[in-house]
């Protein structure tokens, strides 16, 4: 069943077939009518982080919580794509729970993305509203430039006295970090993440410090990035990952071997830099 912007996969009948009902998610007493609370209690929104891309990165709490809540909504870039986020998620998921897909494009006009994130929030608080739980599974952590962000900031003007409960995830620079033994952070050593922009001068501003830089969303700009690494002299200690955890997973460690490739494996990669500083002291 499609609804506007989402597609949903919807059983009106399986909660008496066996998902457990919203009360069980958390150890919270809900107000009932016979307890003198309202007639009516909203449902809560879990924000899930659910790491890079591996299922088994996903933690304990998360994954309790997806195999046992009612709605699940997962964020994809288009309408004709599939959700990055259900494809993680959907091995911890209940065959009966309700997915509800929602379009988060990839644009920049702020007035289209506002629209957007307004309506996922009208939908998702619609859920809430039936007094039902609903999980938003988001890549990586739940605050780190994720759409889940502005699904909270939307859902907080319309419905501020939502309850929303946010479950860390293993950033996806963490999971490069582990398989390439890069160590981002030792003593007092600095550490600046920045977002590769098209006019990158937030990267050559950051690769002019001491530290480590953690660029990300390198995308079709990994050309670019590569000459400023060789012009800063750290492309030789960087280490380059994309899709981390993920059956197409690539990891490198000799970035030069990455020259005209950026079309095929920018997207969701990662390169960490050591800029060089005494982190001992």
């Not at 990455?258 to 997207?267: H, K, S, V």
């Amino acid at each position: 069943m499609r609804k506007s912007i989402f597609a949903g996969r919807t059983d009106s009948s399986c909660f008496s077939r066996g998902i457990p009902t919203d009360r069980s998610l958390d150890s919270d007493d809900r107000a009932t009518p016979e307890s003198g609370g309202s007639a009516m209690t909203l449902g809560t929104l879990y924000g899930i982080g659910i790491g890079p891309g591996d299922p088994d990165l996903i933690t304990v709490k998360g994954v309790q919580l997806l195999s046992r809540c009612r709605h699940v909504v997962v964020p994809k870039a288009s309408e004709s794509a599939d959700s990055v986020a259900l494809r993680i998620v959907k091995k911890h998921l209940n065959p009966l729970t309700e997915i509800h897909e929602v379009v988060f494009p990839m644009i920049t006009k702020r007035d289209e993305l506002m629209a957007r994130w307004g309506a996922s929030a009208a939908y998702v608080e619609s859920i809430l509203s039936r007094g039902e739980d609903a999980c938003f599974p988001t890549l990586g952590d739940t605050f780190l430039y994720s759409t889940y962000i502005y699904l909270v900031r939307a859902l907080r003007d319309t419905l501020p006295e939502a309850r929303i409960v946010t479950i860390p995830g293993v950033t996806a620079f963490s999971a490069v970090a582990a398989v390439t033994e890069f160590a981002v952070g030792e003593g007092k050593q600095s550490v600046t993440i920045v977002p590769t922009a098209d006019d990158l001068t937030s990267v050559r501003d950051a690769l002019r410090r001491n530290g480590t830089v953690v660029i990300m969303k390198i995308g079709k700009r990994l050309e670019a990035v590569l000459d400023l690494l060789e012009e800063r002299q750290a492309i030789e200690t960087a280490v380059f990952a994309s899709h981390i955890g993920m059956p197409d997973e690539h990891v490198e460690t000799d970035l030069r071997k990455l020259r005209g490739r950026g079309e095929q494996i920018g997207y969701l990669s990662i390169i960490l830099a050591n800029m060089g500083t005494e982190c001992l002291e």
